[in-house]
């Protein structure tokens, strides 16, 4: 059986059993645009003292990893101009400032990759789960990886789904969707709206910025007036945020946003709320905001 969701921004569709539960796409491989967030437990075999955000570094460690593998793809990712088809985090259990970050054998790290389209996903797939690296080299400094994560019952940071499976999770609910979602902003995030740099995650530019994400990479196409849905409809209920710099690759600073915020949608039928939601879902995999390839815009639901 095919289930149809009909909304303002079109058809969504995804194979159901004789119960209407959605089926796992997932596990049928080619009819599955799949998610994927991996992250990697990482020991510095000596004390160290690094700069303060590694985003970047962890960007040009992937791309070092997955060109080993499929030099031509890690080389079209490095050349896009537009949306990158992943994200990477700078260390995500350890914050640094002015003076950097020291690291040391006793105070293991983490860092996060995730792939948005399967070709990437993928790629990632086999070069961290199947055949681990055993370092990971971030500014020159080799660690030892100790561990690679892709469970979300070992890590809330980790995960694999899929585009079809997002959508089905709201398609196929009975009842009524929340209302009100809370997203965690672990890394600094910040908006270009107007020709000007934004660090407050404010609704109509988180998300706008989820469903421009969304609609680049997946084959279920969404309404784009999502951003103003979240302009007009949604409001802030709650919030604790605090502005982080990130040093920029050229040396000036961008700010951004950390903490967390809860979205509250004061109206607005299933088709909105669902919208809503499964964007929300989205945030842990698509990254919010700006330079989400090296660092910034880390972001997931909070329940």
């Known amino acids: 059986m095919v289930l149809v969701w009909a909304g303002p921004g079109?058809?969504?569709?995804?194979?159901?059993?004789?119960?209407?539960?959605?089926?796992?796409?997932?596990?049928?491989?080619?009819?599955?645009?799949?998610?994927?967030?991996?992250?990697?437990?990482?020991?510095?075999?000596?004390?160290?003292?690094?700069p303060g955000?590694?985003?970047?570094?962890?960007?040009?460690?992937?791309?070092?990893?997955?060109?080993?593998?499929?030099?031509?793809?890690?080389?079209?990712?490095?050349?896009?101009?537009?949306?990158?088809?992943?994200?990477?985090?700078?260390?995500?259990?350890?914050q640094g400032g002015a003076k950097g970050i020291t690291v040391?054998?006793?105070?293991?790290?983490?860092?996060?990759?995730?792939?948005?389209?399967?070709?990437?996903?993928?790629?990632?797939?086999?070069?961290?789960?199947?055949?681990?690296?055993?370092?990971?080299?971030?500014?020159?400094?080799?660690?030892?990886v100790q561990e690679v994560i892709c469970d979300p019952a070992q890590h809330v940071w980790s995960g694999r789904t899929s585009y079809e499976l997002l959508a089905a999770a709201q398609l196929t609910r009975f009842e009524e969707p929340d209302r009100q979602v809370t997203l965690e902003f672990v890394s600094p995030t910040a908006?270009?709206?107007?020709?000007?740099?934004?660090?407050?995650?404010?609704?109509?530019?988180?998300?706008?910025?989820?469903?421009?994400?969304?609609?680049?990479?997946?084959?279920?196409?969404?309404?784009?007036?999502?951003?103003?849905?979240?302009?007009?409809?949604?409001?802030?209920?709650?919030?604790?945020?605090?502005?982080r710099p990130v040093v920029a690759k050229d040396g000036g600073q961008r700010i951004g946003g950390v903490g967390h915020v809860t979205y509250r949608a004061l109206s607005g039928d299933r088709y909105w709320l669902g919208l809503m939601n499964m964007l929300a879902d989205f945030a842990l995999y698509g990254g919010v905001g700006s330079q989400t390839a090296t660092g910034m815009g880390q972001a997931r639901r909070r329940r």
């Open 104 to 144: 040391s054998p006793e105070m293991p790290v983490q860092v996060r990759i995730t792939g948005l389209i399967p070709e990437v996903s993928a790629l990632l797939t086999r070069a961290l789960i199947e055949q681990p690296p055993e370092t990971w080299e971030l500014e020159d400094h080799r660690f030892l």
């Open 53 to 94: 955000f590694l985003g970047r570094a962890n960007y040009a460690a992937t791309l070092a990893r997955l060109g080993e593998f499929d030099p031509a793809l890690a080389q079209r990712i490095h050349d896009s101009d537009g949306p990158k088809p992943l994200t990477c985090s700078s260390l995500l259990n350890l």
């Open 191 to 243: 908006f270009k709206s107007k020709e000007m740099t934004v660090p407050v995650p404010l609704p109509g530019l988180v998300f706008g910025s989820l469903v421009e994400r969304w609609n680049a990479f997946s084959p279920l196409t969404l309404s784009p007036e999502m951003r103003r849905y979240g302009e007009e409809v949604m409001a802030i209920s709650r919030y604790r945020l605090e502005s």
């Open 10 to 50: 079109g058809f969504f569709f995804c194979d159901s059993d004789d119960t209407g539960q959605a089926k796992g796409l997932c596990t049928q491989g080619t009819r599955c645009s799949m998610l994927i967030s991996i992250v990697l437990k990482l020991v510095s075999p000596t004390v160290k003292t690094l």
